[in-house]
């Protein structure tokens, strides 16, 4: 935050500012922290209405299987992590290997989400239903919030995939390199962004019943 | 060095693309700027139009020339281009953008590409809002702040205009985060924090406000359009949804949202009035620090929306608190501008004219935002036209009037041009009695119990509303003159010198218009903005 001068005549001159990329990502974030923190306000309120209706609805979700998407999503952030380290020390090709096993973590993530929101679709729960809408309004409510939340976080994933997908290209094209590697970064922050919501998502469903 | 070139500034420049693609792909901060103005402008004269057939329609009782439906539609895509593409945008987006980089000593912000972007997800999204009028199911008709259950209801197309809100969410999001990188990042050498105009300094402000505020927007309006696609049944009394939790959410955007309004405003007349005084400011350092504190208070007051909705007695008299509070900051603002202009040497151009009708309207504005803010006063004009009145004397009495207190300052610089001093000074004077005539019988019909919103009336309130109308008539004449007046100075005046108002800050010190890069050298800032050697 505190430039000295000749740090801001580089970005002045040369439009490459690390600095300044970073703090844009970050401001990014923040962005991204309140429009969840719409979703975690909801989540509190009704919570404290209903929270006997969520304590056992809560229970209807399988443990199990977030559990294991959640070690699945954090194993990636670990493998992000590497291949950031990996493009610092010039290693540019295991940089685009871990950047391909990130890639292959989230899918994974996002195929048992898939298998899980098809079983309590295809037992008729989902938003609207008549299966749903025959239950108390606690458990409408729980599953509303379970199905937007994730939801939302399952599309901030496929974002992630795609835009890691790009940062691969950047990386074998040499756009991406231990000269210049803020946009990579950039992306790990993102990608650990989107990790940590999941963090506080797998609790606040899955746990509390 | 007055070469062909020079003389042509930016606009001459060559770049990758041709005619219109030089403007629309320009990654350049000015061409950027003057495409948001052009496109700023044409939705504010569309917004206008509207509203000028929602007083034509209330000029006598009954259905005058259109139903109750239109009507409704009417007001609600008045409310939805004015906030969403006009006044949010306004300022930052075309006044920002041209100025900030310059005022700040950079050659361009620090995302110009992101800046591009942000152009277009306007367009789009203005586009989708101006698509409503097309689509089956007719225009929306649940107001510009979509309170449901009406809007969950109503078949018109309230989804795509939420999605319109949706996507000019980003434009506004990356504004903001462009804005705050920048001034972190590209000042010129010496300009310290306190060094810097008061002009950015307000941007700095509302661009946080943008970037903390508007996600709340974007996570709002998604809500309401899954409640209107799948039934999700958070804003569903039926589903054990709570629709004044759509409020909340709403509000805790949409009223920081109006000092992202307002702040960029005073920031052109915290620029104006010094200039216009041959004065340094008076008390930089406050106004720096009330600008801060309206972005920060303004967050902690939405609640004052909904007293009449349901809401605890305590949370009614800490909002009330805390809304007196925020009003305080924009009090010392004034009493800054007022003591600038003490013992100053006034020169009456027309950027100084508007930014006078700016103090006096923006105050009746603020004082009676004061009436709002006290829960037992609320009670009796909640919903009524007091609250229109109130919120037209802070929004078009205060930020349009900065607006045009801005288009007509920064003028010479952006297009090298001049125009006609003596017509712009006609054209703000009958605007401002235009204003009063429109608005202020709204005060007085609010306080009698006129609703807002509705198409119809009872007889007692004909006498205010015929005044009204005639007052919009007066507005609307005023701001022709005022339009017709710039574009003449734009194909027929004459050409402008660098510093034709004796400005002190960095945009004066360049060519009209400026060149592609701004500056030959990065300048080096040694004093404040507003020193005068003189002094």
Redesign the interface.
């Known amino acids: 935050m505190n430039a000295t001068n000749t740090t801001t005549d580089t970005a002045h001159e040369t439009h490459v500012d690390y600095i300044g990329s970073k703090m844009g990502m970050w401001l990014f974030l923040f962005t991204e922290i309140l429009f969840f923190g719409g979703l975690f306000l909801l989540y509190a309120v009704y919570r404290s209405s209903f929270s006997q209706e969520f304590y056992t609805t809560s229970a209807q979700l399988d443990m199990t299987i977030g559990a294991i998407n959640t070690i699945v999503l954090i194993t990636s952030s670990l493998t992000m992590a590497f291949s950031i380290t990996a493009i610092k020390n010039g290693a540019a090709r295991l940089s685009a290997l871990y950047q391909l096993l990130t890639i292959i973590f989230a899918l994974v993530f996002l195929i048992i989400k898939y298998y899980e929101w098809s079983a309590k679709i295809g037992h008729g729960i989902y938003p609207g239903s008549d299966a749903l809408l025959s239950q108390g309004q606690g458990t409408i409510i729980f599953y509303s919030l379970y199905f937007v939340m994730t939801g939302i976080h399952g599309i901030h994933v496929l974002a992630g995939i795609v835009i890691i997908a790009v940062m691969i290209n950047m990386t074998t094209k040499n756009k991406i390199s231990e000269k210049d590697f803020v946009r990579l970064e950039n992306t790990g922050l993102y990608w650990h962004f989107v990790d940590v919501v999941w963090v506080y998502l797998f609790p606040l469903l899955y746990l509390i019943g | 060095m007055i070469t062909r070139e020079s003389r042509r500034g930016f606009y001459s420049a060559s770049g990758k693309y041709r005619g219109i693609f030089s403007w629309i792909f320009s990654t350049d901060h000015k061409r950027i700027g003057i495409l948001y103005l052009i496109s700023i402008l044409a939705f504010f004269l569309i917004g206008v139009t509207f509203g000028v057939l929602m007083r034509l329609e209330l000029i006598a009782p009954g259905s005058t020339i259109v139903e109750a439906q239109t009507y409704n539609s009417f007001f609600t895509l008045h409310g939805i281009i004015m906030i969403f593409f006009f006044i949010i945008p306004g300022i930052p987006a075309s006044f920002g953008n041209f100025f900030l980089p310059i005022l700040i000593g ?3 912000v ?3 590409r ?1 800046n591009l972007l942000s152009w277009w997800f306007y367009i789009i999204a203005a586009t989708l809002a101006l698509a409503t009028l097309i689509m089956p199911g007719g225009p929306p008709d649940a107001g510009w702040t979509f309170y449901p259950p009406y809007s969950i209801k109503t078949t018109t197309s309230v989804s795509l205009a939420a999605f319109a809100a949706f996507i000019v969410g980003f434009s506004s ?1 990356l504004t ?3 804005f ?2 920048t001034i ?6 010496g300009m310290k924090w306190l060094r810097m105009p008061l002009f950015p300094w307000a941007l700095y402000a509302t661009s946080w406000v943008q ?6 927007l ?3 309006v ?2 309401l359009i ?1 409640e209107r696609s ?5 804003f569903d009394p039926q ?4 629709p004044l ?1 759509f409020q ?2 709403f509000w ?1 955007y949409s009223h920081p949202a109006v000092y992202i309004m307002i702040l960029p405003a005073m920031g052109i007349i915290s620029e104006v009035i010094p200039v216009f005084s041959r004065k340094s400011v008076f008390g930089y350092k406050a106004i720096v620090f009330s600008t801060v504190a309206i972005g920060v208070v303004g967050y902690l007051v939405w609640g004052h929306h909904m007293f009449t909705t349901g809401m605890s007695e305590e949370a009614q008299l800490i909002f009330s608190l805390i809304t007196f509070i925020v009003a305080v900051p924009s009090g010392i603002k004034v009493f800054n501008w007022v003591s600038t202009m003490y013992r100053g040497s006034i020169v009456m151009a027309p950027p100084m004219l508007f930014s006078l009708a700016f103090v006096f309207l923006f105050s009746i504005g603020g004082l009676t935002g004061l009436a709002n803010a006290s829960v037992a006063t609320n009670v009796h004009i909640h919903d009524t036209f007091f609250i229109v009145a109130h919120f037209h004397y802070v929004m078009f009495g205060g930020t349009g009037f900065a607006f045009f207190a801005g288009l007509h300052y920064w003028f010479p610089k952006m297009f090298g041009k001049t125009y006609s001093q003596r017509v712009a000074h006609l054209s703000c004077i009958v605007m401002f009695l235009g204003f009063h005539i429109l608005y202020f019988p709204m005060f007085i019909l609010g306080w009698q119990g006129m609703p807002r919103r509705f198409y119809d009336y009872i007889p007692a309130f004909h006498t205010g509303n015929l005044i009204s109308t005639i007052g919009s008539w007066v507005l609307v004449t005023g701001l022709l003159i005022m339009v017709i007046n710039l574009l003449r100075g734009l194909f027929k005046g004459e050409a402008a010198v660098s510093n034709p108002w004796d400005g002190t800050t960095l945009e004066w010190q360049i060519p009209s218009p400026p060149p592609k890069e701004n500056f030959e050298t ?1 300048p080096t800032v040694t004093h404040g903005p507003y020193t005068r050697s003189q002094e």
């Open positions: 950079a050659r361009d620090a995302f110009p992101l999001i903001g985060l462009n705050i990188t972190h990042r590209l000042r010129a050498p970037v903390l505020a508007t996600p709340v974007a996570i709002t998604l809500l899954l799948f039934g999700v049944g958070f589903k054990g949804g709570d939790m909340h959410l805790i990065i």
